[in-house]
């Protein structure tokens, strides 16, 4: 007897018209009907031979087969035991996984409080967003505090200046290796760059970054990792051990969040991020959001609390969202 083994990175989810596996090894993902879906789900553990006697449709499990082997998403194997399924379970030890902190002309923050308070959560990644036009030395500056931090990689979003080269950039990017992107925004081509240290610099033609543009749902933003897809399972795909502080110094979830909690110069970070009331949006999960509990996208999907259809309930379906998975098609969509 044989069975039919999915590669533990390979991930079944179920939509509403149709179904997904995403091979979170080659971050890709493969369409499958929802009968499919059913039986790699909750036939998981019957041979080949049963699965075909009880939908008696020898032909279309055949072919359903087929397509799973010439994907390389699985294997026939003699003992289905031997193969226990992966746990999907999100473990962090970091109190704050990432912060983005805003920067503008009306601006006063102390990095290295920031910072070492950042230090002090276990926090990972930082992103430094620029409202306001910055220099190289004035980045420097920042950067030479990180450099006592044990920070895992910090992205940099710059408006764009003539001072800022490829070349000046990339010996920037190449002094801190700790720099994993740099966008540079507004510019006037659009140029895209990795560097020795493997930074990635774009140049990019949007004309700003304010916070209300945030949000947007798309496939361009999707993340196929197994980490992502068990943190969605259980968490908010956005805010999650997530903080922000603005411009004003005020801290937030999310830039696009009205809410603030105190302002970093008077209170410990610390003691805001480990509150209820700020970590209350964190277990809002896709399979409590309506309509995208229905979607075959959630586990891979960004979320968005700050801009919803309906601003009366916080399970609301993200705003910016067009996909429609009851049809299975984004807004605009050929139907051809």
């Excluded at 994993?180 to 493997?198: G, L």
């Excluded at 209350?280 to 959630?298: F, G, N, P, Q, S």
């Amino acid at each position: 007897m044989k069975y039919f083994y999915l590669y533990a990175c390979c991930i079944p989810v179920k939509g509403y018209c149709r179904s997904l596996i995403i091979d979170t090894q080659r971050e890709k993902i493969y369409y499958i009907p929802n009968a499919l879906f059913h039986i790699l789900s909750t036939f998981r553990n019957k041979n080949i031979d049963w699965i075909k006697d009880y939908f008696k449709q020898n032909e279309v499990i055949d072919q359903y087969f087929i397509y799973l082997i010439d994907n390389d998403l699985g294997v026939f194997v003699d003992n289905i035991h031997s193969f226990p399924p992966i746990e999907l379970k999100y473990n962090s030890p970091h109190i704050i996984t990432n912060a983005i902190i805003e920067i503008s002309n009306k601006s006063s923050h102390n990095y290295s409080n920031i910072f070492l308070q950042l230090s002090h959560l276990s926090c990972e990644n930082i992103e430094l967003r620029y409202l306001c036009e910055t220099t190289i030395s004035s980045l420097r500056s920042v950067l030479n505090i990180t450099d006592k931090i044990p920070f895992r990689s910090l992205v940099m979003i710059l408006p764009y200046k003539s001072e800022f080269s490829y070349e000046k950039i990339s010996v920037l990017a190449n002094t801190y290796p700790v720099i994993k992107s740099i966008h540079i925004y507004n510019s006037p081509v659009f140029q895209s760059y990795t560097t020795e240290s493997d930074c990635s610099i774009i140049f990019n033609l949007q004309k700003n970054i304010l916070p209300d543009q945030c949000g947007k749902i798309s496939f361009a933003h999707f993340s196929f990792n197994l980490k992502t897809i068990s943190e969605a399972i259980s968490f908010n795909s956005c805010l999650n051990k997530k903080v922000c502080i603005d411009s004003f110094g005020n801290i937030r979830n999310c830039l696009s969040k009205i809410q603030t909690f105190g302002h970093i110069n008077k209170v410990k970070l610390k003691s805001v991020v480990e509150s209820a009331e700020f970590q209350c949006l964190w277990t809002i999960k896709k399979d409590e959001i309506t309509v995208c509990k229905d979607c075959e996208y959630r586990y891979i999907c960004t979320d968005c609390r700050a801009f919803i259809k309906d601003p009366s309930d916080i399970y609301s379906q993200p705003a910016k969202c067009t996909y429609n998975p009851y049809i299975a098609k984004w807004e605009g969509e050929d139907d051809s």
